[in-house]
C-alpha cells in the first residue's frame, strides 16, 4: 500500500530528510528486550521506557515522566497549548511478548532488520512500532509547525502483554489529571489484503492455569501402570470435555452472558471483502474449524472462544522413559465477547474442570487474570475524523472491524476515564505478532505517521467537550 502525497508540504520535507534517522530510532527502539512476562527483563522494560520518555522529550513534548505503577512503570507525556481544542490521550504500549521458540527466527529477535520493506523484530509491529509512529508523529508536528492542532496526552504501557498490571489502578490515582475529549489507542492492524481498518469490537479474556499433581513422585509406568491415575491421562480427558466437536464450550452458563448479534451486524461482516481461502493459505493451515453455525469472521472475532495455550508436564527428552508423571499443567484461556466478565467466566471454568476432574489426583485451578471485552462507536464524530484521515492518507475508505485479540484498557479508559475510544491501528494482519519473524511493513509505518498528523488535523476541526 503506497501513501498519497499530503497536502503539507513541510511534513514531507522534513518526513524525507529524517527518513535514515528516523528508522535508526526505530531499530534502536526494538534492540531493547523489554519482555513484560519474564521478571529477568525487568530492568529491560524499564531501560526500553526511559528510552521512549528521552525521545519524547527530544521531540519538544512537555511533562515526560516515567511513572510507577505496582508493575511496568508507564510513560506520560503531554503537549497542552491548543487553546479551545480538544484533547486526544494517545495509549500504546512498549513492552512485548517473549521470542521463543527462538530457532524459528530468521534473524535474532532484538536485532532488527530491513528485508523486503519490512522491519524485522519482536515489537516492530505489536506494539513499539505504532509507539514509535506516534513518537515520530509528534517530532514532526513540533519541528515544521512548532506544536500541535489539538492537544495530547500520551499514556505508553510496559505491561499490556501480561494483561496490564497495575494500569487501573494508576489510571484511577492519575483520572484528574487525564482530563481529554478522546482515547486514541495504536495497538491493532488493518484488514485482510492490508484494506485501512477502524477496529470498533475487541474481545476480552479470561486466563487460567490447570495444575494435576498425582504421586509426589514419579512412578514406574510398569510397576503402577493401571493401578494409579496419570496426572497427563487426567489432564487430557478435562481438556477433551471442555469443548464439543461442534466447537461449543462445555462450561455451563458459559454462553450466558453472549449477546447474538444483530442482522445489521451480521450483514456488515458478511459486507467485508474476505477471501477465506487465501487467509487459510496464507497460514499454512489445511481447514478451517469452529463453531458450527457462524462465518470463519464471526469466530475469530464475535464468538467466545476456549484455547489451551500450553501443556507440560512428564517426560520431555529424546528416546523413552517409562513413567506415571508425578504432575501435568495446561494454560488456559478464553476469548470473552459482549457482556462475558473475566472473574465470572473463570468460576464458571474452575467449578466445571472440578467437577469433572478424574478421581486419584488433587487438581487446582489458578486464576491468571485478563480483560473485558470492548465495543467503540461506529459513528463518533471522533472515530469519523479518524476515518477520514485514513482515507486521505492511504487513498482508501477504512472498513470497520472486530478484532480477536484484547486490549483491557480499552473497556477501562470507557469505565476509568469516561473517554470514547478510538482504535487506530496500522499493522498488517499477518504480521506474526507474538510468534517468531513479528514484521512491520514500512510503507505501514511511514504512512502511520503521516495518518496520525492526519488525525490530529480532523480532531482540530471537533469542538472540545471540555475546558482545561
Ligand atoms: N495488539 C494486541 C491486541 C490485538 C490482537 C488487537 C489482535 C487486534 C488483533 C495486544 O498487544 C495483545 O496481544 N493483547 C493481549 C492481551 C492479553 C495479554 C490480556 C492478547 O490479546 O492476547
Ligand atoms: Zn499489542
Redo the contacts with the bound molecule.
Sequence with gaps: MTTTQSPDAALDAHLDKTHDARLESYREFLRIPSISALPEHAPDVRRAAEWLAHALRTAGLENVAVEETSFHPVVYADWLHAEGAPTALVYG?YDV?PVDPLDLWTSPPFEPVVVDGRMLARGAA??KGQVHAHAMAAAALMATRGGFPINVRYVFEGA?????EGLDAWLTANRDRLTSDVAIIS???FFEGNIPAI?VG??G?M?AQIDVVGSPVDLHSGSYGGAVQNPANALAQIIAALKGPDGRIRIPGFYDAVVALTEEEHAAIAELPFDEDEYRARRHVGELVGEVGYSTLERRSTRPTLDVNGVWGGFQGHGTKTIIPAHAHAKV?C?LVTAQEPHDIFVKFRDFVLEIAPPGVKVTVQDL???RPSHTPVDHPMTRAAARALEATFGRAPVFIR??????VAASFESILGLPVV?L?F?QPNEN??APDEWMSLDNYEGAIRAIVATFDEIATLGSSHRE
Design positions: 504500549h511478548q505489536d506494539d499490556e502483554e501480561s494483561g496490564s495497538d491493532t492492524g477496529t475487541l474481545r479474556l486466563y484461556s476469548r487474570g485478563g480483560g478484532e480477536g485479540g484484547s486490549i483491557p482504535l491501528g499493522t505478532a507474538h
